[in-house]
């Protein structure tokens, strides 16, 4: 499975629109790049999967170049209750498998 | 709440004993995979089953073992337990197969603290 790698923590403020990157240099054919959210002592929640260009929903955008070595989770407009951790994962489509890496714990201040 | 429902929310137990985490997942999912988290270790993935066979194993102990039973229901078993096993253990069932997509639903986790 291709490896992530994304910054380990980010600040931003109420209102503000929170872009984090992530890369994935070895990501493979079969593969999807997928965002989940944590807070504390709760299950990781699934925010977006995307396999090339871009990806809306509800909650967030994603952002995948054409090379897909990298892709850009986008929260438009964030609120206090957006701190959390976010996790950028590559999903096997061939395992099933979904390896979580460090994640970048995002704080969103007043 | 995502539809998945682990049990026992809460365990205290002692260094060497043996405990069972239990796991129903969302209705109509026919994989269950395991995840251990430590503060120190993030999210480790253990094992993954799908449709009562084992599909992936990860970081998973020789003291531990999981199976999946036919009803769907999942269970962990972790033996010989050492003050480092203590950490929140998460469950979740997704689709795949169905929809083969990296949606997990994840449960509110089991803490297990052992002394």
């Known amino acids: 499975l291709a490896k992530t790698t994304q910054p380990i923590s980010m600040d931003s403020y109420e209102g503000q629109e929170v872009n984090i990157t992530c890369s994935h240099n070895?990501?493979?054919?079969?593969?999807?790049i997928t965002w989940y959210q944590q807070f504390p002592s709760q299950g990781p929640r699934f925010i977006i999967q995307?396999?090339?260009t871009k990806v809306t929903n509800e909650v967030a955008s994603l952002f995948i170049p054409a090379d897909r070595k990298s892709s850009t989770l986008s929260l438009p407009r964030v609120s206090l209750s957006d701190t959390a951790v976010y996790y950028c994962?590559?999903?096997?489509?061939?395992?099933?498998?979904?390896?979580f890496g460090q994640g970048t714990t995002l704080q969103v201040k007043p | 709440d995502s539809g998945v429902t682990q049990t026992p929310k809460h365990l205290i137990t002692a260094t060497g004993q043996r405990v069972t985490l239990r796991c129903s997942p969302r209705?109509?999912?026919?994989?269950v995979y395991w995840y251990q988290q430590s503060l120190d270790q993030g999210l480790q993935f253990l094992i993954q089953?799908?449709?009562?066979?084992?599909?992936a194993k990860g970081n998973i102990l020789e003291r531990f073992s999981a199976q999946q039973f036919p009803d769907l229901h999942s269970e962990l078993n972790l033996s010989s337990l050492e003050l480092g096993d203590s950490a929140l253990y998460f469950c979740?069932?997704?689709?795949?197969?169905?929809?083969?997509?990296?949606?997990?639903?994840f449960g509110e986790g089991s803490r297990l603290t052992v002394l």
């Open positions: 089953y799908y449709n009562g066979e084992e599909r």
């Open positions: 070895n990501i493979a054919t079969n593969d999807y």
């Open positions: 209705s109509g999912d026919l994989s």
């Open positions: 979740a069932s997704s689709g795949y197969r169905v929809a083969n997509t990296g949606e997990l639903f």
């Open positions: 995307g396999y090339k």
């Open positions: 994962l590559v999903f096997s489509g061939n395992t099933g498998k979904l390896i």
